[in-house]
């Protein structure tokens, strides 16, 4: 097979960005402050949101499940195919860093999605500056 044939062949087997299965959310990028984050993301779906969950985790801390940050928008409106920006308070002046991975997605028809090993959404990792 040659390398055109390949990558042809990749384009038509890989999932249309639509799929149900694809992540509705895609995290663009991040900017840190003292004690906030600040993440922007694209939604990608054909519903709006209506609710959306982040985890956002320090990286190089151990954390159980009940020490992450639960980073969540629980009353949005997000139409499809716009960027948003949300902030989140993170505790600590510690210069570190974050990882924001979504944890869940409500739709306004009141579906669920969650990512999968299958279906993951690409995690954002967030430098915090160091206090001044």
Known sequence: MNPLSFVLLSLLTAPPIDSPNACPVTLLSGSGEVNSINVTFRTTGRLPIRRLEFTCT??????????????????????????????????GSAAGTVLVKVKSVTFSDGNTWKPAKRDPCRPLTIKLPRTK
Request: net charge positive.
């Open 58 to 91: 320090r990286a190089g801390m151990k954390t159980t499940k009940g020490q992450q940050l639960q980073c969540s928008e629980p009353n949005a409106s997000f139409v499809p195919r716009s960027v948003y920006t949300v902030s989140y308070v993170i505790p």
